[in-house]
């Protein structure tokens, strides 16, 4: 039986041979042949929109990207413009523009959760609230699929990437706010539940600062991108030694890239506030393995593009000890930043 359905999915161009065990493999038995996946067999298009970004990209059965094309909000190009007409007209434009490729469906990959009720982006973010997606998806003769952003990250580790082995583990990511997605025994865990994952709103410093969800002391008042840039634009104004004044010439022009810029120019300053948000985050990540089953978190964010800052991440996670002492810290991969992750773990979906 496991021959016959084997033929037929090589037939069908799905999978293909890879060669077999050699004789000193093989004890006893049938002569065994190896199957993988076959490449190139059907195409999806991916798209994540963010507030840096809206990325696009074309990726085949196996995840390789065969295209891609990123539209970076800027003060020419404002995020405030985004809306859902905006939205449609661009993945109309990159279909068309991509026309000779048979795309067999669209995976949309948002900054909050999908509501299947309300068919919008459920989000403190007042932007997103205006994006209608049943609209998007309406506007569409081929399947359209909604999913978190990192929920769609955590899926492209699942089944593009080397680690489809891995049946429970989680994906910390950091940017503008905070969240955690987890797969346990190889599905994503509760993804219809909006509040799990949240780990930006896990109170940290009871009576803390305000956090935008209307809580004080929330991780990402203090760990986040966003937090990371407030405090940077801080430092801009009142700091007379900070080398950000020589990277941009307006606090508003500041970003992650400029504030890892100067940690790595040694800008003490700049060097604590990121020491800072690591050390949130370590008691962060560390946390995780007393609430959910698994030992592998994968770390994602543009400020993790910098060996340095890894480095202090690691060494911050070692020096901490476990509950009990016989069970090692978690293993932490930093998961590489593009800008067409969250479209590629679409394409996943």
Known sequence: KVSESSNELILEGVVKELGSYTEEEVRSGRKKILLGVKPNHSYFLGSEISRKFLSFCICDNTGLIIRSKTITFNKENALSNVNTEFYILHLKKYLADNKDILVRAIGLAIPG???????????????????????IKDSFDIPVHIENNVHCIS???????????EKNYAVFHVANGM????????????????????????VMKPDGELCECGKKGCLQ???????????SKDLYRNSKTTSLKQLVNDEEDITIKDIVKAYVLGDEEIISVIHQALSFM??????LQMVIDTNLIFVHGELFDQAEIIDTLEKYINANKTVIPTIPNPIINIYHYYDTNGARGACAM
């Open 113 to 135: 959760h999908y509501s299947e009720d309300s068919e919008n982006i459920i989000s403190n973010y007042k932007l997103w609230a205006t994006i209608n997606l049943k609209k």
């Open 282 to 287: 370590v008691m962060s990540i560390t946390n």
């Open 221 to 231: 008042v203090y760990a986040s991108e966003a937090a990371i840039v407030l405090k």
């Open 155 to 165: 899926l492209a580790l699942r089944y593009f990437d080397r680690y489809n082995k």
């Open 179 to 202: 969240f955690c997605s987890y797969v346990h025994e190889g599905k994503l865990f509760a993804s219809d539940k909006h509040l799990v994952g949240e780990i930006g709103h896990l």
